[in-house]
Structures are given as structure tokens and as C-alpha cells.
């Protein structure tokens, strides 16, 4: 994929590892500005170094989505460091051990949720409005393709809310140049995934940079398979 990405701001959550990682990577790559997110600084160190190597900037945002005022903090911290961002990949998100769907309490439910479901919304409510303002940007929201285990119902649950929120949203901005979709990036062996999964988690470029890379007043609003673009990567 040959479009630039130069002079242009992503803040991509949950960075420091994993599919992060890899995203926050493959953006740099094509020339992105790059803000990692992490729970600390100190966690960041190794994305850091390794976006180091690419002729981009680099900026560090710390905070936990578990809490309201850890997502208000990582809020003000990319202002005062960048100001706006044309881009926002919502990739952190927990999962839970397996349990009887009767037993899976309110406790859980909310835990899950705040990370992945009410941190990613207010992102999205902090960082849409501008990208409007300036008739460009693209959000790109994590989800999965778990499907028929209830013992993870609360995992799978607020994906399907992520799915859902990703569709209002990209119908909400779509007139501004604004771009909504969400890539299931496959089973990667990751720390979430675990070492049984399907596929190493370098498998998820070059696909869940697609939404990204959409031209302008592409589509919106879409369900994206990260490995569907396997092939290209190799």
C-alpha cells in the first residue's frame, strides 16, 4: 500500500505490545505521526524504540481506560502534546476467564465494559468533533469474531456494542469526510489471544491498516477482516 500518511497524528490505544504494536508500526510506516498509549511511560519504552527507527514523531500518553478520570487524563495529555489527531485506532480492550454465563457478574460486566466499550465512546466523543472541523479522519474501532461461547459472553457482548457504536458514529460523520469502520484483526497469538491461537500477530498488517487507508469518501460504517488480507503481507 503505497498511500502516505505523512504530517498526519494517530493515537493508538494500547500500543506498547501486541496488536498495538503492530498498528502503531504499520501506521509510522506509511508515514503517521505516532502517539503511544500505554498504562505508564515506562511500558512504552520498546514501541518507542522501535518507531524510533522511522522518520516520524513520536509521542507518549499514559493512563488506564479502566477508570473515567484515567480516559479523561490520556484525553488532556494528547492535547497539550499534539493538540489534534486525524486518526484514532480504539485497539486496548480486555478480556475474562471463562465462566458459566449465570455466574458472570455485575462486577465483570462493568470492568469489561468501561475498557471496552464506554472508553472507546468518549474517545470517539473527545477526538470525532475536531477531525469534522478539518474534513478529515479516519476511527478505527478493534472488535472480534467470537461467536457461540457464553462462557465469555461479557468479551463477546461488548464487541457487539463496539460493532454497533462503529455504525451510529460513521453515520453521525460521514458528511465531514469522517471514516467509521471496525477490523476483527483474526486469533493472534497474543497475550489476550493466547499461545494456541491461529496466527502470529504480525498477520494482522497489512489488513487492519485498510480502513486507514481508505480514500477519501470510502466506505463507512464496515465490518473489516484483518486476515482477509494475509496474503498481502507476506
Not at 5 to 23: D, F, N, P
Not at 75 to 97: C, F, M, P, T
Not at 129 to 149: C, F, H, Y
Amino acid at each position: 500500500m503505497k498511500i502516505s500518511l505523512s504530517g498526519k497524528w494517530a493515537l493508538v490505544t494500547g500500543s506498547t505490545r501486541g496488536i498495538g504494536q503492530q498498528i502503531a508500526l504499520g501506521l509510522a510506516r506509511c508515514g503517521a505521526n505516532v502517539i503511544v498509549h500505554g498504562r505508564s511511560e515506562a511500558a512504552a519504552a520498546q514501541t518507542v524504540e522501535l518507531l524510533a527507527e522511522l522518520p516520524v514523531s513520536v509521542e507518549v500518553v499514559a493512563g488506564e481506560l479502566s477508570s473515567v478520570e484515567g480516559v479523561e487524563s490520556i484525553i488532556e495529555q494528547v492535547k497539550a502534546k499534539v493538540g489534534v489527531i486525524d486518526i484514532l485506532y480504539n485497539n486496548a480492550a480486555i478480556s475474562h476467564e471463562g465462566q458459566s454465563i449465570f455466574e458472570q457478574s455485575r462486577e465483570l460486566w462493568d470492568r469489561v465494559f468501561q475498557v471496552n466499550v464506554h472508553a472507546l465512546i468518549r474517545l470517539c466523543q473527545a477526538f470525532a468533533p475536531g477531525m469534522q472541523e478539518r474534513k478529515w479522519g479516519r476511527i478505527v474501532n478493534l472488535t472480534s469474531g467470537i461467536a457461540d461461547q457464553p462462557d465469555l459472553a461479557v468479551y463477546s457482548v461488548s464487541k457487539a456494542a463496539v460493532d454497533k457504536f462503529s455504525r451510529d458514529l460513521s453515520t453521525a460523520v460521514k458528511d465531514d469526510n469522517v471514516l467509521v469502520n471496525y477490523v476483527d484483526p483474526g486469533w493472534l497469538k497474543t497475550d489476550l489471544g493466547g499461545p494456541d491461537a491461529w496466527d502470529e500477530v504480525t498477520t494482522v498488517l497489512p489488513g487492519a491498516l485498510v480502513p486507514v487507508l481508505l480514500p477519501d469518501g470510502g466506505p463507512t460504517g464496515r465490518h473489516y477482516a484483518a486476515q482477509d488480507y494475509k496474503v498481502l503481507g507476506e
